[in-house]
């Protein structure tokens, strides 16, 4: 049997094979935590000191967050200026990706 240390799993085994990302490695041990988590509930236990009202409360709230923080992050232009602006920056970039003619 092949083992592999976490670091070869990480940056590939010497045959220069694929590596697991990171992204792998978290959302494994999160469905993991998740499975668990579900089992306790079904055996009656509750792993999480929380009320439903308190977890409806942290849902409601990260949403609020989550949205701020994209509103904020998003180039919101309200004056006139600002949307000229927006036009003429997308118009510059549009022509940047335009290949360049060569002159003979």
Not at 40 to 50: Q, S
Not at 62 to 73: P, T
Request: net charge neutral.
């Amino acid at each position: 049997m092949l083992q592999l240390s976490r670091y070869q799993l990480l940056q590939g085994n010497e045959e220069g094979g694929e590596r697991m990302t990171k992204g792998t490695i978290v959302r494994t041990i999160i469905l993991a935590l998740a499975l668990v988590n579900q089992l306790l509930v079904t055996a009656g236990y509750a792993p999480l000191p929380f009320s439903d009202e308190q977890l409806e409360q942290m849902f409601a709230d990260g949403f609020v967050i989550v949205s701020a923080i994209i509103a904020w992050w998003k180039n919101n232009s309200f004056t006139k200026a600002a949307i000229e602006a927006d036009k003429a920056l997308k118009e510059v970039k549009l022509t940047a990706k335009q290949p360049q003619q060569k002159q003979l």
